[in-house]
Every structure is written in C-alpha cells, then in structure tokens.
C-alpha cells in the first residue's frame, strides 16, 4: 500500500481542524495567525489558507478588525447539527435500505456489535459510530451527502467532546438500543421504517442536549452567549 503524502496546507488544516474538534482550542477562542505560525513552524499562509476552509466548514468565524475565532456553541447550532444529520441520515438510509443484501446487512450487525464493546470508550465508539453511518452511506452510494455527512458528523463529535461527561457519557448505551432498532429496520426493507427509526434515534439524541442545557446544571456560557 503506498503511503499518502499530505501537503504542508493539508497538514496545518487537519492540525487545527482536530484541535477544535477536541477542545483544544475552545469555542470563542482567539486563533491568531502569528501565534499559530509559530506555534506550527510555519509561515503565515498555510495559517491564513486553513483558517478560511475552517471559516467555510463552519469551525471559525471570521470579522474585520476581530480576527478569527473558533466558532461558538449556541441552543441554535445544536439544533442545527441534528437537524442535518437527520436529514442526511434518512436521505441515505431510505436509498441504502433498497440496495442492502444480506451480506451488507450482517457487516451492519457486526459494525453495531464492535461499538457495543467500546462503549466504555466514548472516543473509539465515536469513531466505529461514524464508520457506521459512513457505511450506509458507501451502501447507498450517495457520495455527496457522506461528504456532507462527515462534516457534520466532525461538528457533532465537537459538540458530545465539550458535553462528554453530562450527556453523551450518559447516551452511548441509549444510541446503543436504537441503533439495533435501525439494523432491524433496514431488515425489514421498508424504508418509510428506517425513516421512521432515523427521526426517533436523532430527536432521542437531540433532546437529551436540550434537556441538559435547560437544567440548572447548564449555566456555561460560551463565546459570551449562555447556552
């Protein structure tokens, strides 16, 4: 297998791409080129360059005379992030249920049965998560939406990251439960199931964060906005 070679813009993207997805560069924050390109060992236009596909990903945010900043999270933007995966989720769930055979269906079962022994692991069960949905988007074959998909799916990783030990800790063995009950929807061949099944599993998730942040447990305040 020959290896892949990354450009030195490729590398700087995916660096701090990761780092805002895992915290360490938290919502808000000041990303100054300068710093960054020393920091880095680089010159200010790999920086600059990243900074811009972030701002057009929708990790950072950038304003005349402020800067960039990595984009805040809002009551909005979390219903925003399970608004698209539900709909990319059921655009490739109802196309992937119709082409599905046995074979693809038993690879299903076995991916959902590994992320049952990593639900200990809330970083390796996200990953074999997204490998899940990745799947039934490959078994669909609907490679713009995976796109899209994949995104989104890096804005919910950062989103369950900075809520791991309120929410998301507490939701793997729920997501656990339905995500059989979506193997056995994609069983049963009938796609309007499988949508049915999509919708209830994303609005069990989306409500478990929206309960979270209207609790008295929820007085974070993040880039000046309380959630």
Same mark, same amino acid.
């Given at each position: 297998m020959r290896p892949v070679f990354r450009s030195k813009n490729e590398a700087v993207?995916?660096?701090?791409r990761?780092?805002?997805?895992?915290?360490?560069?938290?919502?808000?924050?000041?990303?100054?080129?300068?710093?960054?390109?020393l920091q880095m060992g680089v010159s200010a236009i790999p920086i600059r360059e990243s900074l811009r596909q972030l701002e057009a990903d929708g990790f950072v945010t950038i304003e005349p005379y402020v800067g960039a900043t990595v984009t805040g999270l809002t009551t909005d933007s979390v219903?925003?992030?399970?608004?698209l995966l539900e709909a990319l989720e059921v655009i490739c769930g109802r196309i992937a249920c119709a082409k599905m055979n046995d074979s693809d269906l038993a690879a299903l079962a076995e991916m959902i049965?590994? !992320?049952?022994?990593?639900?200990?692991d809330p970083d390796d069960w996200?990953?074999?998560?997204?490998? !899940?949905?990745?799947?039934?988007?490959?078994?669909a074959g609907t490679a713009l939406a995976k796109k899209m998909l994949q995104k989104v799916m890096d804005h919910w990783d950062r989103l369950r990251r900075?809520?791991?030990k309120d929410v998301f800790a507490h939701r793997i063995h729920s997501a656990q439960e339905e995500h059989v009950r979506i193997l056995d929807a994609f069983r049963s061949r009938d796609p309007n199931t499988v949508e049915r099944v999509i919708r209830q599993h994303n609005q069990s998730a989306l409500n478990a964060y929206l309960d979270y942040l209207k609790s008295d447990k929820?007085?974070?305040a993040i880039n000046g906005a309380a959630l």
């Open positions: 993207h995916d660096l701090l990761q780092s805002i997805i895992q915290g360490v560069f938290q919502p808000g924050q000041r990303l100054v080129i300068d710093d960054l390109a219903y925003e992030i399970f608004a049965q590994r !992320m049952e022994a990593s639900v200990g996200t990953q074999k998560n997204k490998a !899940m949905h990745e799947f039934i988007c490959d078994q900075y809520y791991l929820s007085s974070t």
